[in-house]
């Protein structure tokens, strides 16, 4: 399997990501999969700033993501995938049941979020989605970064995390 990540983050492409993540486990491409952005050159490009030139990078809308995921699995380099948030990873989940972990990066405050890590806040129905995906089979973790204990979904849901 290409594909060594599976990530939500709200930020999509960002420092950590291309680097906390992408030089240890010597990433060759990421998969942004947004269906705003993937509709908009403008987005794209403001986001291919933060990659270096050796990285390749995608976009793709959820449907097109889908029908896409084998082909990216059989690349040789390893790769990662970007959802900017739950609801986008659920539905990828929904149309590619083949999807088995998914990391939680940084899910940031905003009205409504409750703090369950530093670098994750959740409303009551992003944590139903997230129970919804485990029950699936999915193992859900939090890792902020790759040295970093992956939390698993109960412990961070159930506040032993703090």
Do not use: C, K
């Amino acid at each position: 399997m290409a594909i060594e990540l599976y990530r939500i983050d709200d930020r999509l492409i960002h420092g950590q990501v291309v680097v906390g993540w992408g030089q240890p486990l010597r990433v060759g491409f990421i998969v942004v999969v947004d269906d705003e952005v993937a509709a908009s050159e403008w987005e794209q490009e403001l986001y291919r700033m933060g990659v270096p030139p050796e990285m390749e990078l995608y976009f793709a809308s959820v449907n097109d993501a889908a029908e896409r995921l084998d082909t990216w699995r059989r690349d040789q380099r390893p790769g990662i995938l970007l959802t900017g948030d739950i609801d986008t990873m659920r539905r990828l989940v929904e149309r590619a049941p083949s999807i088995q972990t998914v990391n939680l990066g940084g899910i940031h405050h905003r009205a409504g979020r409750a703090e369950r890590l530093r670098y994750i806040y959740l409303t009551s129905e992003e944590e139903r989605e997230l129970r919804a995906l485990a029950s699936r089979g999915i193992d859900v973790t939090a890792q902020d970064v790759p040295s970093a204990r992956p939390l698993p979904l109960r412990e961070l849901l159930d506040g032993s995390a703090r």
